[in-house]
């Protein structure tokens, strides 16, 4: 059974930083691509960050390239996201996935979600 649990949200003034970390278990985390997504109040889940499964290759949406770093620690069935000067419109719940497909630098979510972690970036 497939389970992910993401850590590492809380309360940050704008400018600031936060790691994000999601665990995951129930089958072999370093054969599946991974990726961020997240929810703000009244809006749709969007997508935020992707890697490949190795870690060679890194996808971001506009609005956190070069402020945003995901990464992954497959000895530790972890994928990580850095997030360096923060904005208020960065609030909301940040969810991992894993699984999803990868073509054309576009990451297609699957299924597999954790119960997301709350980031709160005050202004």
């Known amino acids: 059974q497939v389970q992910l649990v993401e850590s590492g949200g809380g309360l940050v003034q704008a400018g600031g930083s936060l790691r994000l970390s999601c665990v995951a278990s129930?089958?072999?985390?370093?054969?599946?691509?991974m990726g961020w997504f997240r929810q703000a109040p009244g809006k749709e889940r969007e997508f935020v960050a992707a890697i490949s499964w190795c870690g060679g290759s890194t996808y971001y949406a506009y609005s956190v390239k070069g402020r945003f770093t995901i990464s992954r620690g497959n000895a530790k069935d972890t994928v990580y996201l850095q997030m360096n000067s923060l904005k208020h419109e960065d609030t909301a719940v940040y969810y991992c996935?894993?699984?999803?497909?990868?073509?054309?630098?576009?990451?297609?979510?699957?299924?597999?979600w954790g119960q997301g972690t709350q980031v709160t970036v005050s202004s």
């Open positions: 129930g089958r072999t985390f370093s054969i599946y691509h």
């Open positions: 996935n894993e699984d999803g497909t990868l073509n054309s630098g576009t990451y297609y979510p699957s299924t597999y």
